[in-house]
């Protein structure tokens, strides 16, 4: 599979597959069609499988005739591929090799200033760098991206993007997720393009619609989670309508829970937002989604519930008592499961599964056993029953698939589809997959589930690529053409160490993000309500505590959050309350988040007036493990990269926890900009220029 991007269109080839569409508009190759053009001939497929479609757009020139101009490369464009093997390079040396090795870039070495620090407060800098654009006229950009459309409207979205639906309207919607999504996002809210593309393509209104899969691929923030959700739940609603009309009963099972549809999410955190986000589209059309880490159990009571509480009100659920839901009676207690594929595994297969049981007195070696899971432990103890069937699972979601099927998570991912095939009676086969580029793809491997499979990613590294090629040849793959750059409303900013203590140097910068909020009352005339909130990303945990303690110290107060921290055990996101978006329920009165001008203008606070960050956390300190999937609340207007990114795939989706949904952002990137060793930093800079 390879992957062309020019800067004016996009144009897309796919080895082996049908291009679908791709280089403007009204162009695209399907099937045995002969192609015309040279560019089309060269994008024709060697095999008539597979389907690619990307958001395409009007071109802007006229099609040239003959041999072309060569036009220089634009460094801002960037290939799935170009990256991937980026990618690729940065992580298997672990180290910045990337630059060093290409003359290309070792040519251009940018002038040494002393970026930002000293010459922010110039007018002609801040110019040069846009450093004091107005946010709200790109939100604009988040529905229409300029690549799309020449002149806006949704009607041109509709022309553009070939057929697909430019507007959220019934049909082909149900008419209480229209309800549900104008409550949400406002009256005005029309689909993002990744959206467009997955009501024109995931909704089962095609006679000929057999099970399926799909790739969505398009940059954070834009609206990823609505695209599989939508058609999720509305093919489920309307496959339960069409049983209960002709009489069908659910598929046996001796499970007391067997849903129709599985997401699967890589951390407990994005599972419950997941399925917090799916229970708001539900309030008119009736289906029951539960998360697999049970945070989102009832209780009746407004405090915390503790996870003993919890497994005893999830275990009278399961026996049919007056939980939540009635299991008795109810061929459906639950219509979609969301949590991370060891969790579903666990009630699967029941707790302990995945525990090797050490009799009294056997010898072990301590080797042998993996990460502290294999304990000594005695049958009943630890392990429990199988609380999931899988026989009715017709949908499976696989959210951020680039990190579940990487080489490390895909084996529990794996195995996971395998056994829903299984108790679907379409076993198939589970052979390792070569982790090595070097090593040779597996030929005629492609897997065919039983059931519709919609992986989901806003980044394809080499390793997702392989796998897909390998597996997956007849993917349906949907991609928004802004794939792959960092989302439109994110400025980025570099600031250099001063030499001393670094710690110090971040706090001064978090302080100067507050000075300008307090300075936008007196002079703006859009002044901020409250002080931002800040994301910092380090990559060690031991730097997540370190820093942490330092800010305290300094009196800024601060939530630190490490994969080990105590509060993720609890079962709820309450330790990242006043971060994350807020839910908006249907009853709630919030004012509209749609880009459209306020109807009467904010009242300024005075500066006195605004949140005070010593009394309420206004900064969060964490890993990449909050990089993936989580909507943070438009109040991060800041995420601040203070260690070297390890790759560009984990820096787009840290950048990307701010500037979602076309709400501003910046990223602020750290680094030595001066004297020995300021080549990293350069390195650094060079790479995300590339993805602005
Ligand atoms: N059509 C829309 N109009 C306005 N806001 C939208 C629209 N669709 C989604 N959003 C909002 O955009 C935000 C980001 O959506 P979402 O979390 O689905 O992005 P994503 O593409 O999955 O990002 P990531 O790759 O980081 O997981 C959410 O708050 C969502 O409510």
């Not at 024109?200 to 923030?221: C, I, R, V």
């Not at 309030?283 to 989604?289: C, G, M, T, Y």
């Not at 949140?611 to 995420?639: C, E, N, Q, W, Y």
Request: net charge positive.
């Amino acid at each position: 599979m390879a992957f062309f991007f020019t800067p004016q269109n996009t144009c897309l080839r796919l080895r082996n597959h049908r291009l679908l569409a791709g280089f403007h508009s009204s162009a695209s190759v399907q099937g045995s069609q002969k192609p015309r053009s040279r560019l089309a001939k060269s994008l024709q497929p060697e095999t008539n499988r597979g389907t690619l479609e990307v958001a395409s757009f009007e071109r802007s020139s006229p099609p040239h005739h003959g041999r072309a101009e060569r036009k220089p490369v634009d460094p801002s464009v960037v290939s799935f591929r170009r990256l991937a093997r980026r990618d690729a390079v940065l992580s298997e040396t672990g180290k910045s090799t990337w630059n060093k090795e290409s003359p290309r870039f070792n040519k251009e070495k940018p002038a040494q200033t002393n970026e930002v620090e000293k010459s922010e407060d110039r007018p002609e800098y801040r110019k040069e760098k846009n450093m004091d654009y107005d946010a709200s006229a790109e939100s604009e950009e988040f529905y229409n991206p300029p690549v799309l459309v020449t002149t806006g409207g949704s009607t041109e979205i509709a022309a553009t993007l070939k057929g697909a639906p430019g507007r959220f309207n019934s049909p082909p919607l149900l008419p209480g997720f229209v309800t549900a999504l104008k409550e949400m996002l406002g009256p005005d809210v029309r689909p993002t393009p990744i959206q467009s593309l997955s009501m024109k393509w995931l909704f089962d209104e095609n006679p000929a619609f057999e099970y399926n899969q799909f790739l969505l691929a398009s940059e954070t923030g834009s609206g990823k989670s609505i695209a599989y959700l939508l058609p999720l739940l509305q093919n489920i609603k309307k496959a339960e309508e069409a049983a209960a009309a002709a009489g069908q009963a659910p598929k046996p099972s001796s499970r007391p829970l067997n849903p129709r549809g599985i997401i699967l999410a890589p951390t407990h955190e994005l599972s419950r937002q997941l399925s917090l986000f799916a229970k708001s589209l539900l309030h008119d059309v009736k289906l029951r989604v539960m998360c697999a880490s049970r945070a989102n159990t009832k209780t009746g009571k407004s405090k915390d519930v503790s996870a003993s509480e919890m497994a005893a009100q999830f275990d009278n659920l399961m026996k049919g008592g007056d939980g939540e839901f009635s299991v008795s009676k109810d061929p459906h207690p639950v219509d979609v499961v969301v949590g991370t594929p060891m969790k579903i595994m666990e009630m699967i297969k029941g707790r302990g599964w995945d525990r090797k049981e050490i009799q009294e007195g056997e010898e072990v070696d301590p080797s042998s056993l993996r990460r502290g899971r294999d304990k000594m432990v005695g049958f009943g103890k630890w392990k429990s029953k199988p609380e999931l069937g899988l026989e009715n699972v017709e949908w499976v979601i696989v959210d951020e698939a680039d990190v579940l099927l990487d080489p490390d998570f895909q084996e529990v991912t794996r195995s996971l589809l395998a056994d829903i095939s299984e108790a679907r009676g379409h076993p198939v086969t589970l052979d390792p997959f070569p982790t090595s580029a070097a090593e040779k793809l597996p030929e005629d491997k492609e897997v065919e589930y039983p059931f519709n499979l919609v992986l989901t990613s806003a980044t394809i590294p080499s390793s997702l690529a392989r796998y897909l090629d390998a597996y997956h040849p007849r993917l349906i793959r949907l991609a928004s053409p802004r794939l792959h750059h960092l989302p439109k409303t994110l400025q980025t900013e570099y600031v250099g160490w001063t030499g001393g203590n670094k710690n110090a140097d971040i706090e001064k910068r978090v302080r100067k993000v507050w000075a300008e909020d307090a300075l936008s009352v007196a002079t703006s005339e859009t002044p901020v309500t409250s002080l931002s909130k800040i994301l910092v990303f380090c990559n060690k945990s031991s730097k997540v505590v370190e820093l942490s303690a330092y800010l305290s110290e300094k009196g800024i107060k601060n939530v630190a959050l490490t994969s080990a921290g105590e509060e993720r055990r609890r079962g709820s996101n309450k330790h990242l309350d006043g971060f994350l978006r807020p839910i908006r329920s249907s009853s709630s009165s919030a004012p509209s988040r749609t880009p459209s001008p306020p109807a009467t203008p904010v009242e300024p606070l005075a500066p006195g007036m605004l949140s005070d960050p010593s009394k309420d956390a206004h900064v969060m300190i964490t890993t990449s493990l909050l990089s993936r999937g989580l909507d943070f609340d438009p109040s991060i207007k800041h995420v601040f990269i203070v260690d070297e990114p390890r790759n560009m795939i984990d820096f787009l989706h840290r950048a990307g926890r701010s500037g979602r949904a076309g709400q501003a952002g910046r990223v602020v990137i750290f680094g030595k900009t001066k004297g020995r060793g300021s080549d990293k930093a350069r390195d650094v800079k060079q790479r995300v220029r590339a993805l602005v």
